[in-house]
């Protein structure tokens, strides 16, 4: 066999070799790629995105779509050849698996938390929707969960609104423990609630529950390290009536940051005209009541997603926009915003043709 054949052969099979250990060599790292996008003004398995009753509404032309990242599951062990592909392909980003899920968060743990933040996303977009339209929304602070074995078992429930401590009115969740820690343990606090049954039973006859009840808990220690901090078991936080119906039907997605998109569909939606103009418009962040637009991750494979689906532009977090403008998808264009009023200034100016007036965003 000539030198040059038997060379060619050994590195050949020297290669195959190393490609079949490293589909058995584990590492310790997970993978991001771009997700599906999909249009808020439209359809998504066969029903609207956004289904709204009890208020008129108005047909809209364009896309407003939300973007989304896959990510390999907590549970998943990459191997090494995966992770080589990774890092050399240029839309994929592989990253420490405890970057990811830190703290050894299980697949599970990942999607309840995912889910929590998805649902909470989708009332702070009707929040901030509606207050955009000065439609009035009632916001109320209520227990949102209650530890077992805390001195609030039994005593407080989930969905009770909590109108007073120690007979200081509440008006944001932060008041609630803010008012507890002024305590010192084995105290006792007082509660004026609205039990959550009388106040659902309220809201079925389309009225306010007026009745309250007064509970007093003695506080415990908390399990913290450093300083003793008095405490009852309950998490506070905000729940919402609305004045009419809005529900958005995308079940297989999760985390918080499709909250600006959702937001500007209910306010397309509710308006007459199109807010895009009928062009492409994709985006991505969080929104918290206020319509402040809040970071998201994986900004770089969001932005590939949207521009291989056809965005002409992105709404983009001022905190992402660095990030974003270092590899930005060619024919797409990174518009900065940071509240929900900057994203409906932003269309307007795409809407009339403004395109030289839109805040881009750079890399510095």
């Known amino acids: 066999m000539p030198r040059r054949t038997a060379t060619m052969l050994a590195s050949t099979l020297m290669l195959i070799a190393l490609l079949c250990a490293g589909v058995f060599i584990k590492v310790p790292y997970s993978e991001m790629s771009p997700g599906p996008t999909v249009n808020t003004l439209g359809e998504h398995g066969g029903e609207p995105v956004l289904q709204i009753a009890g208020h008129k509404t108005y047909p809209t032309t364009g896309h407003l779509n939300m973007t989304t990242v896959r990510v390999t599951s907590a549970d998943y062990n990459m191997n090494l050849v995966e992770a080589v592909y990774g890092w050399l392909a240029h839309d994929n980003k592989v990253l420490p698996h405890d970057t990811l899920y830190p703290d050894g968060k299980t697949e599970e743990q990942s999607t309840q938390e995912n ?201 983009t977090p001022k905190d992402n926009c660095a990030d974003a403008a270092q590899d930005v998808p060619k024919g797409l264009t990174l518009v900065k915003v940071n509240t929900i009023d900057d994203a409906m200034n932003a269309l307007e100016d795409i809407r009339t043709g403004k395109t030289a007036d839109l805040p881009k965003c750079t890399s510095k």
Do not use: C
Not at 241 to 270: C, E, N, R
């Open 115 to 315: 889910a929590e933040e998805f649902s909470q996303s989708q009332e702070s977009a009707k929040v901030a929707a509606l207050k955009e339209l000065d439609i009035p929304v009632t916001s109320w602070v209520i227990v949102s969960t209650v530890l077992k074995g805390s001195p609030a078992e039994g005593r407080l429930h989930a969905g009770d609104v909590i109108k007073a401590v120690d007979g200081t009115a509440v008006k944001a969740p932060d008041d609630v423990a803010k008012l507890v820690t002024k305590h010192k343990p084995g105290e006792k606090v007082d509660f004026t609630i609205v039990p959550a049954k009388d106040r659902a039973a309220a809201e079925k006859e389309n009225k306010t529950a007026t009745n309250t009840e007064d509970v007093t808990i003695t506080t415990e220690k908390s399990d913290d390290t450093g300083k003793a901090r008095a405490i009852v078991g309950i998490s506070a936080g905000t729940d919402h009536t609305f004045p009419f119906t809005i529900d958005i039907k995308l079940a297989d997605v999760g985390g918080p940051s499709a909250g600006l998109m959702f937001a500007l569909g209910i306010v397309d939606k509710l308006t007459p005209g199109s807010l895009t103009g009928g062009k492409f418009v994709a985006g991505t962040g969080t929104i918290d009541d206020d319509g402040t637009v809040g970071p998201i991750g994986g900004i770089e494979m969001k932005t590939v997603g949207a521009r291989d689906k056809g965005a002409q532009y992105f709404l």
